[in-house]
Nanobody, 124 residues
Framework: QVQLVESGGGLVQAGGSLRLSCAAS????????MGWYRQAPGKQRELVAA???????NYADSVKGRFTISRDNAKNTVYLQMNSLKPEDTAVYYCNADGVVVADKGGIYEYDYWGQGTQVTVSS
């Protein structure tokens, strides 16, 4: 069974910084892409940033230049460094692992997984 464990959320003033971490554990052979999504109250979940195993990145326009995603493939861990935070960044942030190849039921399968979410609150 694969688990994604997130950490690093919290309360910060506008202009401040936070660093989120997400570690995937279990019988993992490889992970294609890892990323962060967020969902604010009354809004749909949206992509914040994603990174492939090769290091290619993708960012939402609203966070470009402020957030940086990185990844440690050996540790199956993804990070999100968030700088110059704004009140509109307030949301629950979810880690996603896409294309996770695992040993399961006597075979090799590929699944997608989500973390439990971590709250980020930016005060004005």
């Amino acid at each position: 069974q694969v688990q994604l464990v997130e950490s690093g959320g919290g309360l910060v003033q506008a202009g401040g910084s936070l660093r989120l971490s997400c570690a995937a554990s279990g019988s993992i052979f490889s992970i294609n892409a890892m990323g962060w999504y967020r969902q604010a109250p009354g809004k749909q979940r949206e992509l914040v940033a994603a990174i492939t195993s090769g290091g290619s990145t993708n960012y939402a326009d609203s966070v470009k230049g402020r957030f940086t995603i990185s990844r440690d493939n050996a540790k199956n861990t993804v990070y999100l460094q968030m700088n110059s935070l704004k009140p509109e960044d307030t949301a629950v942030y979810y880690c996603n692992a896409d294309g996770v190849v695992v040993a399961d039921k006597g075979g090799i399968y590929e699944y997608d997984y989500w973390g439990q979410g971590t709250q980020v609150t930016v005060s004005s």
